[in-house]
Structure formats: structure tokens, C-alpha cells
């Protein structure tokens, strides 16, 4: 790909071979199960009432419009730490401001796609981010192909763990997201909503990312140490999150992600001017507690957890394939999100 259109997301690489099988992800919402784990627990006292909310079949936004509307608030009044999967079951916490009115009861609010479970007060807003990460159970429909290669490489994620790539929804429909924010940072186009700023920019940021991942994983390198990394608190290597300021890797490292911010000139200096900060990523992410059983021969459920960041998708592309139903109309599509 050049850097001059961004129309389709390339197949960056997996890490280890494929094991030629496929499945059936999401074919009903309970075969993807997901478990908010937060960074703390409300206090019972403050500005802020938390919610304890279940959802089904809703994506994030929309449950968050509903709650301001049934709580009297705006929307920005109502916080969330990220956004869930709308095909699946997801249980996760909201926050809405309310510092002076009543508390009202919204565990008796009646919706068909979701459920406030619990509810306290605290005293701080939920931000993006402000939790520890996911505990996920999915379930795996019409797998086929050879079970001892799908096996050999779900021992292998257990213990290596798997490229730390950002998913797909980070990049919008069919990944046009990416050249959108190109034509952007290239001024091709003007982009007026901060919304849709923030998501083209997080887009391009990811894409360089996965770049700079997928070149390490084609050259062995992905959960290897380089000469000049930077490595985390875990102390795993990183690759950038593209922004202006000094770049922190050196020697072999720094070699390598500028020739990918070569390759990507125009996205990696319209990010530095763009207001956007240096930042690292860890490249490889570990699932934790990772186990997995065949209930039925054609059926396998997995479950394990994930820091806050990281991609269940990144854990499945490295087991097999899988597809999703398309459930997507024509009218549903114009009222609300297909998936977080």
C-alpha cells in the first residue's frame, strides 16, 4: 500500500501458522459474553450515581442516551469507561452527574435491550479508559477443520500470548476511517465534528501501529526484544502511537518504525501536527486465565481476560477463522451503530 489512498485494510500477518480452521462467531448474542472489570467500585457517596448495567443486543451510545433521557440529564452528563459489543451480552458500569436532584431508582427502568442491575453513588465521573480490562466467554459455532491445529495454537496464545493489533472496528466500515483522517491531515477535506476527528485520528494512529506490528511479526520480532526498544511496565516491547515529541526508541528499533512512518509520510506527519503526543503500546497482549472446552464436537467456548486496550478478536484471528451473521439492514443501519 502507498501512502497516497488508504481504501482497503491490508491482511496484516499473524503470528503463528494457521491452523486452517473456521467457525461461527456471534450467531446469537450469548455466544459473546463480556464482563466489564473496573478500576475501582463506587463509594456510596458523591456527585455521581454508577450504574451497574447489562446489555443486550445495545450498543454503548445507546444505552447512554436512554439513561440520560430516563435520569432527566444531557448526554454528556453520563460517562463511560468503553465501549462494549452490541451482538453479545456485556455487563459494564455508567456514571450520570447528578448533584443535587433525588436519586431516582433506574433499577425499575424497563428496556428490552438492557438492565441497570445495581446502582451508588460516587464521587468522580467514569472516563474512557478508566478500567482495568474485560473478562470475555465465547462460544464458537460450526467449527471445522483439524482439531489438533486449533489446540497447538490456543496453547500457544495461552502461554506467547498474541500480537497486540488494534481490531477492525477501530478502523470504521470496511476500514474507511483510515482515508478519511488521510484525506484530512492532507486537507483534502475539512472535518468541522470533533467526534468524527478523534475518530479518524484514532484510526490512522492505530493503522501505523498495526504497521510498525505487523513488520516486526513478518521479520520474527513481535515478542522479542530489539536492540533500542522501549519496553512497559511488564516489561514487553512497544511500538508507537504516533504523535509529536521526541521518539523514545533507538538504534535497531527506531530504525524500523521510521521506515514505517516513511512509508506512511503523509498520516505520521499530519499526526504531529495534528496536537497528538508520543505515546507507546505494549506489542503483544497476554490473555489471562485462558481456558477453553469442547462442549459439542462442532462447539468450542472459550474464556480468558484481556487489559483494557486490548482486542478479544486479536486472540480469535490466531485460533481461526470466524464469521459473523449480517445483520445489518438498511433501516438499522441508519438509526444506530452496527457494532461498538
Known amino acids: 500500500m502507498t501512502d497516497a489512498q488508504y481504501t482497503t485494510l ?32 463506587p463509594s456510596g457517596e458523591g456527585e455521581h450515581l454508577w450504574l451497574d448495567v447489562e446489555k443486550n443486543g445495545a ?24 465501549l462494549k459489543d452490541r451482538y453479545a451480552i456485556t455487563r459494564q458500569w455508567f456514571s450520570i452527574y447528578l448533584p443535587k436532584a433525588e436519586t431516582p431508582d433506574l433499577t425499575q427502568l424497563q428496556h428490552p435491550e438492557f438492565k441497570v442491575l445495581s ?64 484525506a484530512m491531515l492532507a486537507r483534502e477535506i475539512r472535518v468541522r465534528n470533533p467526534k468524527k476527528k478523534g475518530l479518524y485520528l484514532s484510526a490512522v494512529r492505530s493503522f501505523v501501529f ?10 520474527g520480532l513481535w515478542g522479542k526484544s530489539l536492540l533500542g526498544d522501549v519496553m512497559d511496565e511488564a516489561g514487553r516491547p512497544t511500538g508507537p502511537l504516533w504523535g509529536r515529541g521526541r521518539v523514545t526508541a533507538t538504534d ?60 478479544a478478536t486479536s486472540v480469535l484471528n490466531e485460533i481461526l477463522c470466524t464469521t459473523e451473521p449480517d445483520r445489518r439492514t438498511e433501516n438499522e443501519s441508519a438509526q444506530r451503530p452496527f457494532a461498538d
Open 10 to 41: 491490508p491482511q496484516w500477518p499473524n503470528a503463528y501458522p494457521a491452523s486452517g480452521a473456521s467457525a461461527t462467531l456471534k450467531r446469537l448474542n450469548e455466544d459473546f459474553m463480556v464482563t466489564e472489570l473496573p478500576l475501582q467500585l
Open 59 to 82: 450498543n454503548t451510545a445507546f444505552v447512554a442516551q436512554q439513561l440520560a433521557a430516563a435520569a432527566g440529564v444531557q448526554e454528556m452528563d453520563v460517562g463511560y469507561a468503553g
Open 252 to 311: 535497531q528499533a527506531q530504525a524500523l518504525e521510521n521506515a514505517v512512518a516513511e512509508r506512511h509520510a503523509t498520516l505520521c506527519d499530519g499526526m504531529e501536527h495534528a496536537g497528538l503526543d508520543q505515546e507507546r503500546r505494549a506489542l503483544v497482549a497476554s490473555p489471562g486465565g485462558m481456558s477453553w472446552e469442547w462442549p459439542q464436537a462442532d462447539q468450542l467456548v472459550l474464556t480468558f481476560t484481556l487489559a483494557a486496550g486490548n482486542y
Open 210 to 219: 498495526n504497521e510498525v506490528l505487523a513488520l516486526r511479526i513478518q521479520q
Open 119 to 182: 446502582q451508588s453513588r460516587h464521587v468522580k465521573k467514569l472516563r474512557p479508559g478508566d478500567l482495568q480490562g474485560n473478562r470475555f466467554r465465547i462460544v464458537l459455532r460450526d467449527v471445522t477443520g483439524d482439531r489438533d491445529a486449533i489446540e497447538a495454537n490456543l496453547e500457544a496464545v495461552a502461554s506467547l500470548g498474541v500480537p497486540n493489533y488494534f481490531g477492525a472496528q477501530r478502523f470504521g466500515h470496511d476500514g474507511g476511517n483510515v482515508e478519511q483522517g488521510r
